[in-house]
């Protein structure tokens, strides 16, 4: 099965996405997810003026010595843009081996272990009113667990907060937007969302929250004691996580659940989070975190450590990436949830896939494969624009993280 054709596919359907499509002598193709968000057209000149030419002419067969030729290969290892690129190959080499045997990819994975993947919705408003009414909206669609995000009062947008009625997306078009952060109305206005929620709509939905990397480790510490009254499911990226010793700090204070990763690339940014115990949830994804090859290695790690999966699915990972998310949640055992945010219209156009949201459940579908297409025509349709995503700084002007 040797691989004859490999080309990347930049177009820009409501959002910019990079798309990698293999063929092989035989005719046929597999898809992977490319896309960074923000540096997209940097993983797109990786593949195809370093990795492609390097490529064509293997055996599409190979899955792992060509992780291995991409990863040890290169002299210069990890890293964003290179692991992504890795990703993308990867993933349509997977793609490629499921429809040669005519099988959906969670049966190539060790087959279903559950019958459907739980998901979570993102709620979000100005004022905790406006994110309960979406709340009580996403209730009503069936979904069994919803992020809370609300405006911070005081700042003019907050992190997570979508544009009236449109599907939220940070980026924006021409030179990173300016975003203010302001730690103790966050710390004071945070509970008070959760413990309005609670007392709406009890118990029975499972609740969860991203911090955004916003707080030191102290911060994180208190605003998961103040958060355990209303039982979350997850604290999402309490601190920036380049330093993994930093989450004992927060560990020793707090029983809320702690998620973190979706912008980690390989096993090595999380080792020390999960044999130290020091998360319960790890978000890396197929398409940051180097494939479904190297996921698998870090799902197995977590799984010694009583660490289950929650992969990141914000609407900047295609439905390329969505779809092999799915297949990978179905069959890993540890899994735990999987973040599900609604593409747009033109990107669903794009994009055709056998995935189904049903009763709070997703399912990759039986299609052999990912299950996940591109429409190049309708693709080229939509030309790439260069985007952003916004810088953050305290009110004195400090700069902090988004
Ligand atoms: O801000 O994917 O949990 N989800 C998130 C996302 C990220 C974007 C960044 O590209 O944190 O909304
Ligand atoms: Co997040």
Same mark, same amino acid.
């Given at each position: 099965m040797?691989i004859?054709?490999?080309?990347?596919?930049?177009c820009g359907?409501?959002r910019?996405?990079?798309t990698?499509?293999?063929?092989?002598?035989?005719?046929l193709?597999?898809?992977?997810?490319?896309t960074?968000?923000?540096?997209?057209l940097?993983?797109?000149?990786?593949?195809?003026d370093?990795l492609?030419?390097?490529l064509?002419?293997r055996?599409?067969r190979n899955?792992?010595?060509?992780?291995?030729?991409?990863y040890?290969?290169?002299y210069?290892?990890r890293?964003p843009v290179?692991m992504?690129?890795i990703a993308?190959?990867?993933t349509?080499?997977?793609?490629i081996l499921?429809?040669?045997v005519?099988?959906?990819?969670?049966q190539?994975?060790g087959?279903a272990s559950?019958?459907?993947?739980l998901c979570?919705?993102?709620a979000s408003g100005?004022?905790?009113?406006?994110?309960?009414?979406a709340?009580?909206?996403?209730?009503?669609?069936?979904y069994?667990?919803?992020?809370?995000q609300?405006?911070?009062?005081g700042?003019?947008?907050?992190?997570g907060?979508?544009?009236g009625?449109d599907?939220?997306e940070?980026a924006?078009?021409?030179?990173?937007?300016?975003a203010?952060?302001?730690?103790?109305?966050y710390?004071?206005s945070?509970?008070e969302?959760?413990k309005?929620a609670?007392?709406k709509?009890g118990?029975?939905?499972h609740?969860?929250h991203?911090v955004?990397?916003?707080l030191?480790p102290?911060e994180?510490?208190?605003?998961g004691?103040?958060?355990e009254?209303y039982?979350?499911f997850?604290m999402?990226?309490?601190?920036?996580?380049?330093l &993994?010793?930093?989450f004992?700090?927060?560990r020793?204070h707090?029983?809320?659940?702690i998620a973190?990763?979706e912008?980690?690339?390989?096993i090595?940014d999380c080792?020390?989070?999960?044999?130290e115990?020091?998360i319960?949830?790890?978000?890396?994804?197929?398409?940051?975190?180097?494939?479904?090859?190297?996921?698998?290695?870090?799902?197995?790690l977590?799984?010694?450590?009583?660490?289950?999966t929650?992969?990141?699915?914000?609407?900047?990972?295609s439905?390329?990436?969505m779809?092999?998310?799915?297949h990978?949640?179905?069959?890993?055992?540890?899994?735990?949830? &999987?973040?599900y945010m609604?593409?747009?219209?033109?990107?669903?156009?794009?994009?055709p896939?056998?995935?189904?949201?049903?009763d709070?459940?997703?399912?990759?579908?039986?299609?052999p494969?990912?299950?996940?297409?591109l429409?190049?025509?309708?693709?080229?349709?939509y030309?790439y624009?260069?985007?952003?995503?916004?810088?953050?700084?305290?009110?004195d002007g400090?700069?902090h993280?988004?």
């Open positions: 040797k004859t054709d490999a080309k990347v596919i930049v359907p409501g910019n996405f990079v990698l499509k293999v063929t092989t002598e035989e005719g193709y597999g898809l992977g997810d490319a960074l968000n923000g540096r997209e940097s993983v797109a000149s990786y593949l195809k370093h492609i030419p390097c064509i002419g055996d599409a899955i792992e010595d060509t992780w291995q030729y991409f040890k290969g290169a210069w290892r890293g290179t992504t690129a993308a190959i990867d349509a080499l997977w793609d499921g429809k040669s005519n099988r959906p990819l969670y190539l994975l087959g559950r019958e459907g993947v979570y919705g993102h100005e004022t905790a009113e406006e994110t309960l009414a709340l009580g909206d996403y209730l009503k669609q069936g069994k667990a919803v992020r809370l609300s405006g911070v009062p700042l003019p947008k907050t992190y907060v979508g544009r009625k599907h939220y940070p924006e078009k021409g030179l990173p937007p300016e203010t952060w302001n730690t103790e109305a710390l004071r945070a509970p969302l959760f309005k609670r007392e709509y118990w029975d939905v609740l969860l991203d955004h990397h916003r030191t102290i994180a510490a208190r605003l004691k103040d958060l009254p039982r979350l997850w999402e990226d309490p601190v920036p996580a380049e &993994q010793e930093g004992r700090l927060i020793r707090t029983t809320t659940p973190v990763g912008v980690f690339n390989t090595f080792q020390q989070l999960i044999q115990q020091l319960d949830y790890i978000r890396s994804t197929v398409v940051h975190a180097g494939g479904i090859t190297h996921l698998r290695k870090i799902a197995s977590a799984e010694m450590y009583h660490v289950r929650g992969c990141h699915g914000a609407t900047d990972l439905p390329v990436a779809g092999a998310a799915l990978f949640g179905l069959s890993v055992h540890n899994f735990g949830i &999987q973040e609604r593409h747009s219209k033109e990107t669903e156009k794009v994009f896939h056998a995935y189904s949201f049903k709070g459940y997703l399912h990759p579908g039986e299609k494969g990912l299950g996940v297409d429409d190049e025509a309708l693709a080229a349709k030309p624009e260069r985007a952003y995503l916004p810088v953050n700084r305290k009110l400090t700069l993280s988004w």
